[in-house]
């Protein structure tokens, strides 16, 4: 069945760039994305990627998608305080009306 | 524009009691999706509603259903509570549900069964 795998925890020092990562198994997703939750909130959409692109920037991230590995990362440059939180990556099902998270990956950032 | 609403924020609720949570989609979009956060399992999908027609299910017990109004706001309700059933309920909204609509997330109702 679809199933998405990342790391749980990631620490970096302020300034440093982080690189998060997830494989998944549903080959048929058309969309990607990476959703990021802090303390007590919901899930913010941070970007996507369409399953035809290797790469996407957007402003401090980059992903990059290898669909013949089902590997995704989020590269985060020049990491601050502020982005310590969890990041989830997730999946559309072939519905299309759900999503699929990894369990989510804890960013630490030290200053 | 405003975003997601949930309502309550908490709750508390006792074992055996039922429970009615409600969110209010972004205006103008049609789809209203429901997950279950929990420090164990993650997120799960619980279900999806579509102009008023539940579209796609997750795996949960009969206990938990939901229904969705003629102006979009949905509301789900878990019977019989178990004390597993403790947990942070997302609400996402999207203009139709598709991929490429992208879905955005209120803040939650956090449940606890006592």
């Known amino acids: 069945g679809e199933d998405v795998e990342q790391s749980l925890f990631l620490s970096v020092r302020e300034g440093d760039s982080s690189v998060i990562n997830c494989t998944y198994t549903d080959s048929s997703s058309t969309y990607l994305y990476w959703y990021k939750q802090e303390p007590g909130a919901g899930l913010q959409l941070l970007t996507y990627i369409f399953s035809n692109m290797d790469m996407k920037q957007d402003q401090r991230l980059t992903v990059l998608l290898n669909k013949k590995d089902k590997h995704l990362s989020l590269r985060i440059a020049d990491t601050q305080t502020g982005d310590s939180a969890i990041y989830f990556c997730a999946e559309s099902t072939q519905a299309g009306t759900a999503l699929i998270f990894g369990k989510g990956t804890t960013l630490s950032v030290s200053s | 524009k405003a975003g997601v609403t949930q309502t309550p924020r908490y709750l508390i609720k006792t074992r055996g009691q039922q429970v009615t949570l409600s969110c209010s989609p972004i205006?103008?979009?049609?789809?209203v999706s429901w997950y279950q956060q929990t420090p164990g399992q993650g997120l799960q999908f619980l279900f999806e509603y579509f102009s008023e027609t539940q579209r796609n299910k997750g795996n949960f017990p009969g206990r938990f259903s939901g229904r969705q109004f003629s102006n979009s706001r949905s509301e789900m309700n878990v019977s019989t509570l178990e004390l597993g059933d403790s947990a942070l309920y997302l609400c996402?909204?999207?203009?139709?549900?598709?991929?490429?609509?992208?879905?955005?997330f209120g803040s939650g109702t956090r449940l606890t069964v006592v």
């Open positions: 996402a909204s999207s203009l139709a549900g598709r991929e490429k609509d992208g879905y955005t």
């Open positions: 205006s103008g979009h049609r789809s």
